[in-house]
Every structure is written in C-alpha cells, then in structure tokens.
C-alpha cells in the first residue's frame, strides 16, 4: 500500500450566495482578483467563480442568482470548516483592524500566536477568515513549515508551552548552520569585544 502524496492546496471551493456577494468580498475586501468563470459543471444552474488569493492556486465559489448571503456563523462541529487562514505581509497586516474597521466588519483584534499575529471576521455567508503574518522569514532553502518543525522540536524538548519567538530564532539558527557550511572548525557563539 502506498500513499497518494499531496504536494501542496491545489484549490478551495466553497458555496457562495449570488455572484456579486462573492466578488465584493473575495476581491473588494481581501484583493483577491477574479481570474475566470464558467459553468458549475456538476450543477448547471449555478456558476463557478474562480479567485486567485495571491499565491496562483484557486479559491472558487459557487454562486446563484436565487441564494442570499446569510451571515450567521458557519456550522463548526466535527467535519465542518472552522476558518480558513490567509497569508499577508506584515506591512498589510498593521493596516488590518483599521481597514476592517472603516468597512464596519467586526473582527477579533489583534492574536498574539506567538510565531504570527492573526486577526479574525467572518465572510458575508458566516464562514470565519483569519488574516495571518508570520513574525519570521525562514532562512534561504527553507519554507516557515521547515521553521515551524525545528522550533515545535526545540519547545518540546525545553517542556515550553507554546512556541516563542526564541524557538524561532534557535531553529532558524541550527537549520542555517545545518544547511551551509564554513571553514571554521569551531562554530560556537563566541564575544570578539
């Protein structure tokens, strides 16, 4: 038996109300642009709205003209969708709370996650979205997931709670010193003053 190795989100697709609700928010609000439409071709009598949320893969909706938005939260028991997390610059994060707030969006504040920051709102339709910025930039030849593993390691080893931005530091430090190498024999800190 073998697995079936995924290789990253290849898209989203959630049901959406009419048209127009979808594309206020999914590119009026989170800048998403609107890449292409067609059909639903598995249900006719509804569209396919296909988003790009900044990376090239696909958040798609399916819309129709008879169904309203319903902003009563989402189901969220076992099975169900609980938010779905996007990825924005620090620079675009510090403007959050203020541009959620001139929409009039209610939203959670600012999250302290301890490796990001995140700020929560629900969509027109219920579905809760979370807006998120990684407090690091792993080192060159590493994704954050590469940061995260290495820091999740060096918190459990240490009994901490939660992963800190010292853990960050420490797993950027060893990954780096892991993945490049150096003349120097001794590669232990050291003070040259």
């Given amino acids: 038996m073998r697995k079936l190795q995924?290789?990253?989100v290849h898209h989203i697709t959630l049901v959406g109300a009419d048209r127009q609700t979808s594309i206020d928010f999914w590119e009026g609000v989170l800048g998403m642009?609107?890449?292409?439409?067609?059909p639903n071709l598995d249900a006719g009598d509804e569209s396919h709205l296909y988003f790009d949320p900044g990376d090239g893969r696909l958040i798609t909706i399916f819309t129709k003209e008879e169904r309203r938005p319903d902003p009563r939260r989402t189901p969220t028991e076992p099975g169900c969708v609980h938010h779905i997390a996007f990825a924005v610059s620090k620079a675009t994060f510090d403007q959050a709370v203020d541009r959620l707030d001139q929409r009039g969006i209610r939203h959670s504040g600012v999250?302290?996650?301890?490796?990001?920051?995140s700020i929560y709102f629900n969509d027109p339709?219920?579905?809760?979205?979370?807006?998120a910025a990684y407090r690091?930039?792993?080192p060159a030849g590493f994704t954050h997931a590469d940061v995260l593993l290495e820091a999740h390691k060096l918190r459990v080893g240490r009994g901490d709670y939660n992963i800190a931005q010292i853990h960050l530091a420490d797993a950027i430090e060893a990954l780096t010193e892991r993945s490049r190498e150096s003349l120097s024999s001794d590669r232990t800190p050291r003070n040259p003053y």
């Fill in 125 to 131: 339709l219920g579905l809760t979205i979370e807006l």
């Fill in 33 to 38: 642009p609107f890449v292409f439409e067609q």
């Fill in 136 to 138: 690091f930039e792993p």
């Fill in 6 to 8: 995924s290789q990253g």
């Fill in 111 to 117: 999250k302290d996650r301890g490796f990001m920051d």
